[in-house]
Structure formats: structure tokens, C-alpha cells
């Protein structure tokens, strides 16, 4: 198997918090659950942060994720489509793309 590559950050990092090390530079990967990988999705609340991880069953987790994906697509404005949602982008998309043919 390839070795796991160091990627760049997602974001700037806060100033204060602590950026920990990828432990896997290096690391032979040779069997199936050797390492495992996850996914942490930060959602803002009125007063402070929650973090999507895993939920308490794949129902959950259908139902967390079909909400968090349609803020994502039709309530979050997205500065690199100009502050336009997704579904605003790909509308607008689409009418050109209509309106050309």
C-alpha cells in the first residue's frame, strides 16, 4: 500500500490552539485495520460548537447527515461561490447553461 502523505490545512489556524503531529509519516501500512481515519464536521450552535463524528446508530447518523448536508447545500453561503449557496450556484449554472443552447 502507498504511504499516507502529510496534507496542508484546511483552514488557518487558531493562535492558540495546538496543532498535533500526523503520527502515520512513515508508517507502513500492510493490513486491513491497521490504521483507521475519521471525519470531524464542526457545527456551529447558538451559543457554541458541536462536532459530528459517528452518531448512536446508522439511523441517526442518516438523519444528522441529511440535515447537515441541506444547511450545507441551501443555507450556507460559500465564499468561494461568492457568498451564493450551492443550490444558488448551480441554478444560476444551469440557466446559463439553458439560456446559451
Known amino acids: 500500500m502507498a504511504k499516507p502523505r502529510a496534507q496542508a490545512p484546511a483552514s488557518k489556524k487558531h493562535p492558540t490552539h495546538k496543532v498535533y503531529p500526523y503520527l502515520l ?16 464536521r464542526y457545527i456551529p450552535m447558538a451559543c457554541r460548537w458541536v462536532y459530528l463524528c459517528a452518531n448512536d446508530s446508522v439511523d441517526c447518523a442518516k438523519a444528522g447527515l441529511a440535515r447537515c448536508i441541506n ?9 468561494s461561490l461568492d457568498e451564493k449557496t450551492q443550490y444558488e450556484f448551480c441554478f444560476a449554472t444551469l440557466r446559463a447553461t439553458n439560456q446559451a443552447a
Open 25 to 40: 509519516i512513515g508508517l507502513k501500512i500492510e493490513r486491513a485495520n491497521q490504521v483507521w481515519a475519521t471525519g470531524i
Open 71 to 79: 444547511v450545507y447545500n441551501t443555507a450556507r453561503p460559500h465564499s
